[in-house]
């Protein structure tokens, strides 16, 4: 099945600090999630983004369906944005709407 | 408001004993899922439903069952014959079962067996 590997797997900034997330996949896919895990456990969804680059707020993501990765930019770090970051894609050719999860980006914002 | 309500937020389970985990949506989505995570991992799929009275299993379904009796809940049941149930479990909902559509999720349970 499909593989989604995520990178770094821990990352300490000093606040203000900019960060780039990375997901890679090792089969085509038609959509894929970005979530935040929130240290009471709480995945929020940050992007929807099958191709193409969003933006929200000091957020944004690209993903590059054809390279086969996506990237998460977080500007201007907060300690709000501490926890954990997940990408997530459909299993190629799965029609059920499940997600294959990545192992998670930990990310720790000192004041 | 509409969202995706899970209880109870804790859960301790003896050993030997089934517990049952509580899923609502009132976001009018078809599709629903169950997750469960382990410390320092992403999410494994046990179960999903795409219609009422419909499911099916996921990746670690052994040990578990599910019904989908109403569009608006999924509950889970952690039967005794799963040999190691201490995790956190999350409920997910999308408009419909298909890999277009987003999927949000729940608050989630913590379950340890004592």
């Known amino acids: 099945g499909i593989q989604v590997e995520q990178s770094p797997p821990d990352l300490i900034l000093q606040e203000g600090a900019n960060s780039t997330l990375r997901c890679n996949f090792s089969d085509s896919v038609n959509n894929l999630q970005w979530f935040h895990q929130n240290p009471w456990g709480q995945l929020i969804n940050l992007f929807y983004i099958p191709s193409g680059t969003k933006q929200n707020g000091r957020l944004s993501a690209t993903t590059v369906a054809t390279e086969r990765y996506s990237l998460l930019y977080i500007s201007s770090s907060q300690t709000t944005d501490s926890g954990v970051y997940f990408c997530a894609v459909p299993p190629y050719g799965g029609s059920q709407g499940n997600l294959i999860f990545g192992k998670g980006t930990k990310l720790s914002v000192k004041p | 408001d509409g969202g995706i309500t899970q209880s109870p937020k804790y859960l301790f389970r003896k050993e030997g004993q089934n517990v049952t985990l509580s899923c609502e949506q009132n976001l009018n989505h078809d599709a629903m899922y169950w997750y469960r995570q382990d410390p320092g991992q992403g999410l494994r799929l046990i179960y999903y439903s795409q219609i009422v009275n419909d499911f099916q299993k996921g990746d670690i379904a052994e040990g578990y069952s599910v019904s989908r009796e109403k569009k608006e809940s999924f509950p889970l049941t952690v039967t005794s014959a799963q040999k190691n149930p201490t995790a956190f479990y999350l409920c997910?909902?999308?408009?419909?079962?298909?890999?277009?559509?987003?999927?949000?999720f729940g608050p989630g349970t913590r379950l340890t067996v004592l």
């Open positions: 997910a909902s999308s408009l419909a079962g298909s890999f277009y559509n987003e999927q949000f």
